[in-house]
């Protein structure tokens, strides 16, 4: 069922995918409208973008946050509702035998950082959150206060590598080092860990002898300015169903997975 959604974005730094989306909004290849546009980073040139078309903007300044509880962790900093044991548990950012006040501190700042970005964001009736190059993880205190329908999630973020491969901050440098023929974007719900959310989309390049990383980098961000209205818009139109699937491998070891099914129109 189609219908208009609202839709709130966060950024970190140009906001080209951003721009893609206003585009798509405007065209009507996006049946929705940009609400509000958030940012880690007070020089984030894609504030620029929305602030063009009188979106409302926004700035939780994560750098300023860390530091100042790094120079005075006072835990009346922290949410109310905050329970490290709970949060360690369901994050999966980390491997199990990371230094624990390394999981410690990475927590508690991320939610003082988070109760600032959840107190602006929920100013604002939204559908759905895109994550439009925010260089931020986003810890479970802030994912649970957002996906509240564990059937529904509602936060969507764009890969610059064909997950699972390559996740983290430079996947098209990293597909380029390792030497793949192809390249590719992807687009996925947020989960618990990095960049491993059900994926919703994905698209491909050809990677040529002769391409340098800033040819690849160039066709990658072709690829996504494509890809992520297309996803956006199956989600206006309530394609997306998030399903748990269970596999029996070859070794009888049960594997299980959460992914998205699209429903066709």
């Known amino acids: 069922m189609?219908?208009?959604?609202?839709?709130?974005?966060?950024?970190?730094?140009?906001?080209t995918n951003l721009e893609a989306i206003l585009k798509a909004c405007e065209t009507g290849d996006i049946s929705g409208q940009v609400?509000?546009?958030g940012s880690d980073n007070p020089e984030a040139a894609g504030l620029k973008r929305a602030e063009r078309r009188n979106i409302p903007t926004f700035v939780t300044n994560y750098r300023r946050i860390i530091k100042d509880y790094r120079n005075n962790p006072d835990p009346q900093?922290?949410?109310?509702?905050?329970s490290?044991?709970?949060i360690r548990s369901k994050q999966s950012f980390f491997a199990k035998a990371t230094d624990p006040a390394k999981v410690e501190t990475f927590l508690r700042t991320r939610a003082i950082a988070e109760v600032d970005l959840l107190k602006q964001i929920q100013s604002f009736s939204f559908d759905l959150l895109v994550l439009a190059g925010f260089m931020r993880n986003l810890s479970p205190y802030f994912i649970d206060r957002i996906n509240t329908d564990p059937a529904r999630p509602r936060i969507m973020n764009i890969h610059p590598a064909l997950l699972p491969l390559f996740a983290g901050t430079d996947?098209?440098?990293d597909t380029f080092r390792y030497g793949c023929k192809v390249g590719g974007c992807t687009v996925h719900f947020i989960d618990y860990g990095e960049?491993?959310?059900p994926i919703i989309g994905q698209r491909c390049f050809a990677i040529q002898e002769t391409d340098t990383i800033e040819d690849v980098k160039n066709k990658g961000l072709a690829e996504e300015w494509k890809l992520y209205p297309e996803c956006i818009q199956m989600f206006a139109d309530n394609r997306l169903r998030v399903v748990k699937m269970t596999h029996t491998l070859p070794s009888r070891k049960i594997y299980q997975r959460r992914v998205v099914k699209i429903i066709q129109e």
């Open 84 to 86: 490290l044991d709970e």
């Open 171 to 173: 996947g098209y440098g």
């Open 35 to 37: 609400v509000f546009t």
């Open 195 to 197: 960049d491993s959310g």
């Open 77 to 82: 900093k922290l949410p109310r509702d905050f």
């Open 2 to 15: 189609k219908s208009f959604i609202r839709i709130g974005a966060l950024i970190s730094g140009s906001g």
